[in-house]
């Protein structure tokens, strides 16, 4: 069977879900390519020969054009800051590989455009890390819309929380960094954003605000200023008249990964949360009033591509399932087949709509989304 070889760019948090990623695809999708684990790279060339060993890597760099330029290289995973994903992938795609981009694309609206450009002009597959597009619960959600289970969608409310930065003595990283975008905006809210774009459709009007619940934040011996924004909440206009709410927010206490979906139709409602992602409520204003409520339905090998997975009911997928399947479809693209990708232009659709939305904050109206 045919190979392919990847290299991954950054061993963070991410790094290890793309690593974990391309070490399952093959053995949960046996219509795969098997992946060779080429080269990883890292900031220095101790910790990228350590993380290659854990994750089974055949090379080390801390020099990542090194790791752009090795032939063995197909597939280009880059998780590293925001503000590093624009030079990474356009490198990458103008040296003939595939990427696979964590989102957001970039911290500026030029360097995005600029992304996507790079990957029309190269013809490569290029897509980001909207890992939640990719749920079976979220699949099924889109399938009952697609069904007309709840009717004519009139109003949505999504809700991203965590509280890693809920604590004010939270340490100064690249996230409270302008030069990491906007805040909780690029970085939580363009999730809520890829479910709306892939479930509903583009906003065509936003209205937005932005906050910060602590000044500064422990940077060494002393305090640094943050320069982002933790929380952010957005009104959101559809063309075809739906409204909706986006709420984001890093420093909401005892939130872990709440990613919660409220859809209302004409005559029924479907409720979700990341946190419980095996599960979807669906209300249809259907029967009785005494009997009616939200029913519970729990995701399972009817529910595709769970059966992928495990064969049995009830034993529940995780976080980093979400990425196996991300990279199943990645492959599939690459492979001229069907797949369900967030690509760099429909990623960008994305980061015009967080641009709206902070413009929107700084100028205090509503704003049109080019
Ligand atoms: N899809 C998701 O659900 C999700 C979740 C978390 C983070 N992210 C995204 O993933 C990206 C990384 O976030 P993270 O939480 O993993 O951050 P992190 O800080 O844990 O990891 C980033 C890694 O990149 C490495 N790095 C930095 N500069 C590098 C360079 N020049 N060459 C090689 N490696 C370099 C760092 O040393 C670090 O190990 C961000 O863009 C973030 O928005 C996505």
């Known amino acids: 069977m045919r190979t392919i070889g990847v290299g991954l760019i950054g061993t963070g948090f991410m790094g290890k879900c793309h690593a974990l990623a391309w070490t399952g695809v093959h053995a949960v999708f046996d219509d795969m390519p098997i992946v060779r684990r080429v080269m990883l790279s890292e ?35 880059i998780t590293t800051p925001n503000a590093l994903h624009a030079q990474m992938a356009i490198a990458a795609l103008e040296a003939g590989k595939h990427v696979w981009c964590e989102k957001p694309m970039a911290p500026s609206l030029a360097d995005s455009e600029r992304m996507a450009a790079a990957a029309r002009a190269c013809g490569r597959v290029a897509v980001l890390g909207y890992n939640y597009t990719q749920s079976p619960a979220i699949r099924f959600i889109g399938k009952l819309i697609e069904d007309d289970a709840i009717g004519l969608l009139t109003h949505f409310r999504l809700e991203m929380d965590e509280d890693f930065m809920a604590d004010s003595e939270a ?17 939580f809210a363009v999730h809520p954003m890829s479910l709306i ?15 910060k619940p602590y000044p500064n934040r422990p940077d060494g011996g002393g305090r640094r200023e943050v320069e982002t924004f933790d929380i952010a909440t ?19 206490w005892g939130r872990k990964g709440r990613l919660q979906l409220q859809l209302f139709g004409a ?69 001229g087949r069907p797949a369900l990708t967030v690509d ?5 659709a994305i980061e015009r709509t967080i641009h709206a939305i902070a413009r929107s904050s700084q100028e205090g109206r509503w704003v049109k989304v080019g």
Do not use: C
């Open 197 to 211: 774009t892939t479930l509903l459709g583009a906003p065509a009007e936003v209205f937005g605000e932005m906050s």
């Open 234 to 252: 957005a009104l959101l206009r559809m063309a075809d008249g739906a409204s909706g709410t986006v709420q984001v927010s890093r420093a909401a």
């Open 267 to 335: 005559h029924g409602a479907i409720v979700f949360d990341q946190e419980r992602f095996n599960e979807v409520g669906l209300f249809v204003a259907d029967g009785p009033e005494d009997t009616r409520g939200f029913k519970q339905l729990l995701m399972g090998p009817s529910h595709p591509p769970y059966d992928r997975f495990i064969s049995a009911p009830g034993h529940q997928m995780g976080f980093n399932d979400l990425k196996i399947i991300e990279a199943h479809e990645l492959l599939n693209r690459i492979l």
């Open 171 to 187: 340490p100064f990283s690249w996230r409270s960094q302008a030069s990491s975008g906007y805040g909780a905006l690029d970085d």
């Open 43 to 77: 900031v220095e060339e101790g910790l990228a020969r350590r993380k290659a060993d854990e994750f089974g890597f055949e090379a080390a760099t801390d020099d990542w054009r090194a790791l752009i330029a090795d032939p063995g290289v197909e597939v280009v995973s």
């Open 344 to 348: 760099f232009e429909a990623g960008l």
